[in-house]
C-alpha cells in the first residue's frame, strides 16, 4: 500500500512543472482517501489496464507504448489516456496504420533490449504482422540459443465486439496459443488485466495479450492489495471462479462471466458448478483444469472462437488424457460457430456461445437433458 | 615509401629468426599504419544528398587485413560448400563468395557498438562482427559448439554482445527488425547507428517500406543496405523490380549507389552513411555487388544467368583480387606474401572443420532449452507426450 502511495507521488513524466505540481497535489488528496478506506473499490477493465501501464512506465524506463491512436487520441478504446502527456511522444510512439513495420520495429527494440508494449487496434489487424509475432518473436531465442531473447508485449482487443462484423470479430487465442516460445494471457476482471498486464511486462518473453472491448468498461472490486504498484498475477496459472463440485467449467475473458451467469442458473436446478477463469492460454494451467474434473468428474469448456483446433480442443484432449478414469459424461465443448460471423442481430447471436448454451451443454454432461441429436434418433 | 617498408621488413625478419618468436610470428601481417589514399573503383551515384569522396583513407595495415579477411571468407564458403554435397550440413545453406567486400568494408568503418541485422546470407557477417570459424563450422553442421548451440543453422547465426543481430531466414522481415535497433539505439541516446542489410529481392518487400517511412518520421539511425546482387534467388532484378535504382526506392529518403565489389568504395559509403544517419536519420546504401554461387547449395546457379556472365564478373570485379593487385601495386608484400597468406587461411579453415567435426550433437536435453527466456518450470512436450515431458527451464 505505501508503495503504491510512494509510486503515484513520484511518478512523472515531461510534463509543465507547474501543472504537474497541481497535478500531485490533486493525486495525493485522492491517495490519502484511498489509504483510509478499507473497502474494496470499484474499478473498470480501462482504468485497470492504464494504471498498470502508468505505473510500468514510471518503474521502468524501458517501457514504451507504442501503436495506432495511442497517444494524441488517448488510445482508440482509452486504454492509454494520458500516458503521452505524462510520459512525452518517446515512451508514447503513435503509428502510422502499418502493422507489419511497427511491430517488426517494436520487436527489434526489444532485442536490443527495451521493453515494448505494442498496441493492435484490435488483433484482427495484427494478421497483418503475423510473420514477425511468430518467427521474429516467438521464434528468435529459441534460434540463437537464448542470445537474442525478447521481452514485449502485444496487446489489444481481441474476439467479437457487438455487431462490428466478421472481419472485426476473430478470436485468436487458439491460434496464438499453439506457439511455443509465446504466452498467451487473456484477463477477465480488473484485477485480472491490472495484474496479468504487469506480469506480462515484466516477463522476459513475448507476451499476447487478448483484451476484450466489451469488458473495458464493466467494474469489478478490487482490494487494496490489488492496488498496490507491486501486484502481478502468475502467467499459466488459472483460477476458481466460483467453487463447485457437479461440473467443471473453463472459459476465459467475456465467457467468464458468462460461465458464472449460467453456473447461477444451474444452481436453481440443483448443480454445483465449478468455474474455472483461464487467465492463461499458454502456458494452459492443465492441472488446476484436471484437478477441478477429478472432483467434478464432468466438462464443459467454453470459448468464443472458433470450434475446430479451438482452446477447448485442447482442454478436452488434456482432461481425456489425464483424467479418463475420473470423467462420467463424455466431454463438451461450447464455442463460436463454423461461419464467419454475420451482422444481423439474430445472426450475431445464434453465431456466439449464449448463457443458455452453457446451462445446456452443463446439464448434458449431468445428463439432465436429452440431446437434440438423440431425440431425433 | 619502399625503403622504410624494407627497413621495417627487416626489422620483422629478426624478430622472426628467434625460435619462439619463429612458432608464435604466424603471418607477416603489416602493423604499418602510415597514411595511404586509395581511390574507389567509380564514382558515388547519390540520390538526394552530396555523396562523398572518391578518395578513401586507409593503411597498409588496413590492406593486408582486408585482403586476409576476405581470403578467409572466401575459403570458409568454398569449404562450406563442400561440406554441404558431403551431406555434413542439411536444409538451406546460402553462400556470401564474391560478396566479402561489403562485410569487410562496412566493419571497417563501424565500431562493435554499431548493430548489423540481415537476412540468411550471413556467415561472413557474423565472422567479420567476431565470430570464430569453429563456431561457424560447428552451427552449420548443427553441433553443440555452434554459435546458437546447433539449433539455429545455417540462416541463424547470432553474437548480440557484438552488435550482430542475426541471422533472419524470412525475406525482408529483418528490415523493420533493424529500424527497431534504431528506434531503441535512438531511445536510449547511444549515439550509434544499426545497418540493416537486405537484397534485391527483398527490396520490394512492403514491410520495407513501412519500417522507412516510420523510421525517416522519427529520423532513427537506421541505414538500409541493398546487397544488390542482381539476382532474387532465380529472378533477376529487371523482371522483379519495375524500378531496380534501389538507392532512389527511398524516395524521400537520401541514397548512395556504391560498387560493392570494392571494399574501400564500402567503407566510404558506410563512414559517410553513419554520419548522416546520426545527424539526419535514415539513409539507403545499394551495393552493387555479385555472388558467384546460385542462391543456395540447391540452386546450381546458371539457369537463369550465363557462365560467361559469371566468370566474366570473377575475372573483372573480384574483391580479393582488387585488393590483391593494390597491394602488389603499392609494393606492401610479394606475391609469395600473399600467396602464404591464403595457405595459412586454408589451413586455418581445415583446422577449424576438423575441430567442429569434433563437436557432439547438443544433448537432448537442449530440445527444451530457450523456449522462453525464463521457463519458470512450465510444462512441455515431446511427440509422445505420455513418453517424453519437460519442465521449461
Redesign the interface.
Known amino acids: 500500500m505505501l508503495g503504491f502511495l510512494r509510486h503515484r507521488a513520484t511518478a512523472g513524466g515531461s510534463a509543465v512543472p507547474l501543472l504537474q505540481g497541481a497535478l500531485q497535489k490533486v493525486r495525493t488528496a485522492s491517495l490519502s482517501l484511498k489509504s483510509y478506506s478499507s473497502a474494496a473499490k470499484d474499478m473498470n477493465v480501462r482504468e485497470a489496464l492504464n494504471a498498470a501501464l502508468d505505473e510500468e512506465m514510471a518503474a521502468d524506463p524501458r517501457v514504451?507504448l507504442m501503436g495506432e491512436e495511442v497517444g494524441e487520441y488517448q488510445g482508440a478504446y482509452k486504454v492509454s489516456k494520458g500516458l503521452l502527456q505524462k510520459y512525452g511522444p518517446?515512451r508514447v510512439?503513435d503509428?502510422?496504420i502499418?502493422e507489419?513495420?511497427?511491430?517488426?520495429?517494436?520487436?527489434?527494440?526489444?532485442?536490443?533490449?527495451?521493453k515494448p508494449v505494442v498496441e493492435f487496434m484490435t488483433f484482427n489487424f495484427a494478421m497483418q504482422a503475423m510473420?514477425?509475432l511468430i518467427?521474429?518473436a516467438a521464434k528468435?531465442?529459441?534460434?540463437?540459443?537464448?542470445?537474442?531473447?525478447a521481452?514485449i508485449v502485444f496487446r489489444g482487443p481481441n474476439g467479437a465486439a457487438a455487431g462490428v462484423g466478421a472481419q472485426h470479430s476473430q478470436c485468436y487465442a487458439s491460434w496464438y496459443g499453439s506457439i511455443?516460445?509465446l504466452?498467451v494471457v487473456a484477463p477477465y476482471s480488473s484485477e485480472d488485466a491490472r495484474g496479468l498486464l504487469k506480469a506480462a511486462i515484466r516477463?522476459?518473453?513475448p507476451v499476447i495479450f487478448l483484451e476484450n472491448e466489451l469488458l473495458y468498461g464493466e467494474n469489478f472490486p478490487v482490494s487494496a492489495e490489488v492496488l498496490d504498484s507491486s501486484f502481478s498475477l502468475p502467467i499459466?496459472k488459472a483460477k476458481i471462479e466460483r467453487e463447485g463440485k457437479d461440473v467443471t467449467i473453463t472459459s476465459f475473458s467475456k465467457m467468464v462471466g458468462f460461465a458464472l451467469k449460467a453456473s447461477e442458473i444451474l444452481a436453481k436446478e440443483g448443480i454445483s458448478a465449478e468455474v474455472i477463469n483461464l487467465r492463461s492460454i499458454r502456458?494452459l494451467d492443465?492441472h488446476k483444469i484436471n484437478e477441478s474434473v477429478q472432483k467434478t468428474n464432468r466438462l464443459v469448456t467454453v470459448e468464443e472462437g472458433f470450434p475446430q483446433n479451438g482452446v477447448g480442443a485442447e482442454i478436452c484432449t488434456s482432461v481425456v488424457?489425464e483424467s479418463f478414469g475420473y470423467l462420467d459424461a463424455p466431454v463438451e465443448r461450447i464455442a463460436g460457430a463454423d461461419v464467419s460471423l454475420p451482422y444481423a442481430a439474430n445472426l450475431e447471436r445464434m453465431a456466439l456461445p449464449q448463457v443458455e448454451d452453457i446451462v445446456r451443454a452443463a446439464k448434458r454432461a449431468c445428463y439432465r437433458s436429452i440431446p437434440m441429436a438423440a431425440a431425433a434418433n | 615509401m619502399a625503403l622504410s617498408r624494407l627497413s621495417s621488413s627487416s626489422r620483422r625478419l629478426d624478430l622472426l629468426t628467434s625460435p619462439l618468436a619463429a612458432a608464435l610470428a604466424r603471418r607477416p601481417i603489416s602493423t604499418d599504419t602510415t597514411p595511404i589514399t586509395v581511390e574507389t573503383s567509380v564514382p558515388f551515384s547519390a540520390h538526394k544528398c552530396e555523396g562523398p569522396s572518391r578518395s578513401v583513407e586507409t593503411t597498409p595495415q588496413e590492406l593486408i587485413s582486408f585482403f586476409r579477411d576476405m581470403a578467409l571468407m572466401r575459403r570458409m564458403e568454398i569449404a562450406a560448400d563442400s561440406l554441404y554435397k558431403a551431406k555434413l550440413i542439411r536444409g538451406f545453406c546460402h553462400l556470401y563468395d564474391g560478396q566479402e567486400a561489403v562485410a569487410v568494408g562496412m566493419e571497417a568503418a563501424i565500431t562493435k557498438k554499431d548493430c548489423i541485422i540481415t537476412a540468411y546470407r550471413d556467415h561472413c557477417i557474423f565472422l567479420e562482427r567476431g565470430g570464430t570459424l569453429l563456431e561457424v563450422f560447428a552451427e552449420l553442421m548443427g553441433r553443440r559448439a555452434g554459435c546458437s548451440k546447433g539449433k539455429g543453422g545455417s540462416m541463424h547465426f547470432y553474437k548480440k554482445d557484438s552488435g550482430f543481430y542475426g541471422g533472419h531466414g524470412i525475406v525482408g522481415a529483418q528490415v523493420p527488425l533493424g529500424c527497431g535497433l534504431a528506434f531503441a539505439q535512438k531511445y536510449s541516446k547511444d549515439e550509434n547507428v544499426t545497418f540493416t542489410l537486405y537484397g534485391d529481392g527483398a527490396a520490394n518487400q512492403g514491410q520495407l517500406f513501412e519500417a522507412l517511412n516510420i523510421s525517416c518520421l522519427l529520423e532513427l539511425p537506421a541505414i538500409l543496405v541493398c546487397e544488390n546482387n542482381h539476382y532474387g534467388m532465380g529472378t533477376a532484378e529487371w523482371r522483379a523490380a519495375k524500378s531496380p535504382a534501389y538507392y532512389k526506392r527511398g524516395d524521400y529518403a537520401p541514397g548512395l549507389k556504391v560498387d560493392g565489389m570494392d571494399a574501400f568504395a564500402v567503407k566510404q559509403a558506410c563512414k559517410f552513411a553513419k554520419e548522416h544517419a546520426l545527424k539526419n536519420g535514415p539513409i539507403i546504401l545499394e551495393m552493387d555487388t555479385y555472388r558467384y554461387h546460385g542462391h543456395s547449395m540447391s540452386d546450381p546457379g546458371s539457369t537463369y544467368r550465363t557462365r560467361d556472365e559469371i566468370s566474366g564478373v570473377r575475372q573483372e570485379r573480384d574483391p580479393i583480387e582488387r585488393i590483391r593487385k593494390l597491394i602488389l601495386g603499392l609494393d606492401l608484400a610479394t606475391e609469395k606474401e600473399l600467396k602464404d597468406m591464403e595457405k595459412e587461411v586454408r589451413k586455418e579453415v581445415d583446422e577449424a572443420i576438423a575441430q567442429a567435426k569434433e563437436s557432439p550433437n547438443p544433448d537432448p536435453s537442449e530440445l527444451f532449452t530457450n523456449v522462453y527466456a525464463k521457463g519458470y518450470g512450465v510444462e512441455a512436450f515431446g511427440a509422445d507426450r505420455k513418453e517424453v515431458r519437460a519442465a521449461l527451464p
Request: proline share 11%.
Open positions: 514504451f518517446e510512439v503509428t502510422p502499418t507489419a513495420g511497427f511491430t517488426g520495429i517494436g520487436i527489434g527494440a526489444a532485442f536490443y533490449g527495451l510473420d514477425q518467427n521474429s528468435t531465442n529459441y534460434m540463437s540459443a537464448g542470445n537474442i531473447p521481452s511455443p516460445g504466452k516477463d522476459p518473453a499459466g502456458p492443465r488424457e
